[in-house]
C-alpha cells in the first residue's frame, strides 16, 4: 500500500513513525494467523474425533463377529429367509410373520439380499475392501447400524459408514489381523475346532485376496455364497487353500461352475480332494 493510500490519521502518524505501518501490517497478520490456526485446530479436532467414532465402529463390528456362532441350522435356515425376503421386501415385515425380534434376525439373517443395491456392487466387485468376508461383514454392519429397510432416504448414509469403516480396516494391519484372529486361549490345550480355525486364518493371511484386475461376471465367476460355502461352512482346508491361492495367483475369481465342482464333492465326500489333486497342475510349483 502507498503512503498517498492511507488515511490521513495513518498517514500523520506514519510520518511521525516510519515503522507504524509496518508494526500495524505486522499485527493484523498475527492476528490472522492465530484465527486460522484455531480453525485449523478446531476442524483437526472435528476430524480427529469422528476417525475415533468410526475406528470405534470397527472395534464393535470385530466384537460382534467374534460372538457369532455360525452353525449347520442357522446356514440352512438362511435359505428359507432368502426366499421369505424376497417374497415380503421388508426385515421387518418379515420378523412380523415369523413373531421374531428384528436385532435376533439381523444377527442370524447375514446375506447382501438385504443391503442397499449399490452397496451390494461394490462389495461383490471388490470395491469397498479387498477380503469378501470382512467386505460383507462392514456392508451388513452399516445396514443394521442405520436399521435400513429399503429406505432410500437412508441409502447414502449407509453408503458412507461402509466406506468410512472401510478405509480404517484397509489402512489398519493390526485390525484386520484381530478380526481374522481366533479367540483360543493358547495357554489351554487346543480342540480340533480350533486347530482348524488356527490353520483356516493361516491360509487367509497366506493368500489375501487383492483387487481383481479383471471386472466382476456374475454369469461366469464364482459367488459370494458359494465362496463362504467352500471357506467359511466347509471346513475344507484343502478347498480353501485352492480357493484362496487361485484367485490370489491368478488375480481373478474361480469360475461357478468350478465353485459347483468343490461343493458338491464336499457334500458327498466331506472334502474336495480329488478336485484340488486334478486341478494341482494351475500352481507352478
Excluded at 502507498?2 to 505501518?21: A, G, T
Excluded at 453408503?159 to 468410512?164: D, P, Q, S
Excluded at 485390525?175 to 491360509?203: C, G, I, M, W
Aim: glycine share 2%; proline share 2%; hydrophobic share 30%.
Amino acid at each position: 500500500m502507498r503512503e498517498d493510500q492511507l488515511c490521513p490519521n495513518c498517514r500523520q502518524n506514519h510520518k511521525k513513525n516510519s515503522d507504524y505501518f509496518k508494526n500495524k501490517l505486522k499485527e493484523q497478520m498475527e492476528r490472522s494467523e492465530k484465527i486460522i490456526k484455531k480453525a485449523k485446530e478446531k476442524n483437526d479436532n472435528v476430524s480427529k474425533n469422528k476417525k475415533s467414532e468410526i475406528f470405534e465402529e470397527c472395534e464393535s463390528l470385530i466384537k460382534k463377529y467374534k460372538k457369532r456362532n455360525i452353525s449347520k441350522h442357522k446356514s440352512d435356515l438362511m435359505e428359507d429367509m432368502i426366499d421369505a425376503y424376497v417374497e415380503i421386501g421388508s426385515l421387518k415385515k418379515l420378523c412380523e410373520a415369523i413373531n421374531r425380534n428384528v436385532s435376533e434376525i439381523q444377527n442370524d439373517f447375514r446375506n447382501l439380499i438385504r443391503v442397499p443395491k449399490k452397496l451390494k456392487e461394490l462389495v461383490n466387485e471388490n470395491k469397498l475392501i479387498s477380503d469378501p468376508i470382512l467386505a460383507v461383514e462392514i456392508a451388513m454392519y452399516a445396514t443394521d447400524y442405520y436399521c435400513w429397510d429399503q429406505e432410500e432416504s437412508k441409502t447414502k448414509e449407509v453408503i458412507e459408514l461402509a466406506k468410512k469403516m472401510a478405509k480404517i480396516f484397509n489402512d489398519n494391519l493390526e485390525l484386520r489381523r484381530e478380526f481374522f484372529a481366533t479367540k483360543d486361549d493358547y495357554n489351554k490345550p487346543v480342540s480340533a475346532s480350533a486347530k482348524k480355525n488356527q490353520e483356516l486364518n493361516s491360509v487367509l493371511e497366506d493368500w489375501p485376496v487383492k483387487k481383481s484386475k479383471f471386472e466382476f461376471n456374475r454369469f461366469y465367476d464364482r459367488t459370494g455364497r458359494q465362496y463362504k460355502f467352500i471357506v467359511i461352512f466347509s471346513k475344507d482346508l484343502d478347498a480353501a487353500r485352492f480357493l484362496r491361492r487361485w484367485e490370489y495367483e491368478k488375480g481373478r475369481r474361480i469360475s461357478k461352475v468350478w465353485a459347483s465342482e468343490i461343493i458338491s464333492q464336499i457334500k458327498e465326500k466331506g472334502n474336495a480332494k480329488e478336485f484340488v489333486k486334478e486341478h494341482s497342475n494351475e500352481f507352478n510349483d
